[in-house]
């Protein structure tokens, strides 16, 4: 199991940008081709969606179409972590990220919250208008 630790939330105005980052330990999966690794989020009162994910190979990265073209996933495979860069941040951003990774046969990363084992506890965005 991989477990996850977020940082880098916190309250920014419309507009504005954060960067989350997400440190990994445990059996290092970032040098094993069968994981893959992203970001949920939840509003309140709302499910969890996919925000973006990543294989560890580098390839098939995903965007949710509200994000695609603000936000950024990228990994450093040597370091362990993964980081979000938000851009251009709108008030319906705000939710609690969550870091996320699993194992997978496939050759996409699944969009389903359920199909995800491992989750970081999750760091509070908050974007004001």
């Known amino acids: 199991q991989v477990h996850l630790v977020e940082s880098g939330g916190g309250s920014v105005q419309a507009g504005g940008s954060l960067q989350l980052s997400c440190a990994a330990s445990?059996?290092?999966?970032?040098?094993?081709?069968?994981?893959?690794f992203g970001w949920f989020r939840q509003a309140p009162g709302k499910e969890r969606d996919r925000v973006a994910t990543i294989k560890s190979s580098g390839e098939n990265v995903v965007y949710s179409d509200s994000v695609k073209g603000r936000f950024t996933l990228s990994r450093d495979n040597a370091k362990n972590t993964l980081s979000l860069q938000m851009n251009s941040l709108k008030p319906e951003d705000t939710a609690m990220y969550y870091c996320v990774a699993t194992q997978t046969i496939w050759s996409i990363c699944s969009p389903r919250a359920s199909d995800w084992r491992d989750w970081g506890q999750g760091t509070q965005v908050t974007v004001s208008s």
């Open positions: 445990g059996a290092s999966p970032y040098t094993s081709s069968t994981y893959c």
